[in-house]
């Protein structure tokens, strides 16, 4: 299992915050930290990717966000979870395995925090706990650069 603890990590993000999955993506690309060249990891796409998942976050508690478990939220769910799974797979690792550990963390990430958050994001409450959510999102979207290791290129 060696080597896929980043690629779950990431899915799970992508389940929970699929925009911070990829601000956390452009972050471990400028830092050598993801396999190949395809994540961008220049200034712009960081600066992009982060802006994009703070407007995630503040969108989610408006009464109109989606359901994250409808089809078309799923599926970007699924995506980001299985390339990031691909991109921060260890170097000594299989990268269609990566694949599956990303998928599965975006499956669990979608569902375990659906179910802590709960349906309502109009209360008080539900905003509370959709604000300890982005947390939760940004620190292990943080852990999991910090923890993803170096790629030889």
């Known amino acids: 299992m060696q080597g896929y603890?980043?690629?779950?990590?990431?899915g799970f993000v992508a389940g929970m915050r699929s925009m911070s999955a990829c601000a956390a993506l452009t972050w471990a690309a400028a830092d050598g930290r993801t396999r190949g060249a395809l994540i961008p990891g220049g200034s712009g796409a960081r600066t992009l990717a982060t802006t994009a998942a703070l407007a995630e976050m503040a969108g989610d508690k408006m009464p109109f966000a989606p359901d994250r478990r409808i089809p078309p939220s799923l599926a970007v769910r699924l995506a980001i979870g299985a390339a990031g799974g691909w991109a921060l797979t260890g170097s000594r690792s299989r990268p269609a395995y990566g694949?599956?550990?990303?998928?599965?963390?975006?499956?669990?990430?979608?569902?375990?925090?659906?179910?802590?958050?709960g349906g309502d994001s109009r209360t008080g409450p539900g905003r509370a706990r959709g604000l300890a959510e982005d947390a939760a999102a940004a620190g292990l979207a943080a852990i999991v650069?910090?923890?993803a290791e170096r790629q030889e290129r």
Do not use: P
């Open 5 to 10: 603890g980043a690629a779950f990590g990431l």
């Open 99 to 117: 694949v599956l550990a990303g998928l599965a963390g975006a499956v669990a990430g979608t569902l375990l925090s659906r179910a802590a958050r």
């Open 145 to 147: 650069v910090l923890k």
